[in-house]
């Protein structure tokens, strides 16, 4: 069973940077979007963020614009969010989803927490 796996969540202070990564555990066919969602707070639904998809097209949440970056690379199946200017409303768990297949199925990452405060 193929796993995204996160990285790069921590605690940082309101105008610090975080780069979260999600990599594939092993290759995935017709990937056509990478996104990443998050949660806040536990229990409600996921809110996307960020997307980009397979012909390099994005989304942005408004909260995440001029703020956020997201980047991919398709061939090793692995995306990035540079989450710079962060602001104490964007802690939250942070999920990356992978939509593939002619049916956009999904796969999704495990949450890695993301913390601004101080």
């Known amino acids: 069973q193929v796993q995204l796996v996160e990285s790069g969540g921590g605690l940082v202070q309101p105008g610090g940077s975080l780069r979260l990564s999600c990599a594939a555990s092993?290759?995935?066919?017709?990937?056509?979007?990478m996104n990443w969602y998050r949660r806040v707070p536990p229990g409600e639904q996921r809110e996307l963020v960020a997307s980009i998809s397979s012909t390099g097209n994005t989304y942005y949440a408004d909260s995440a614009k001029g703020r956020f970056t997201i980047s991919a690379e398709y061939a090793s199946e692995t995306v990035y969010l540079q989450m710079n200017n962060l602001r104490p409303d964007d802690t939250a768990v942070y999920y990356c989803?992978?939509?593939?297949?002619?049916?956009?199925?999904?796969?999704w990452g495990q949450g890695t927490q993301v913390t601004v405060s101080g």
């Open positions: 989803n992978y939509k593939a297949g002619v049916l956009a199925a999904d796969y």
């Open positions: 092993r290759s995935i066919l017709l990937i056509s979007s």
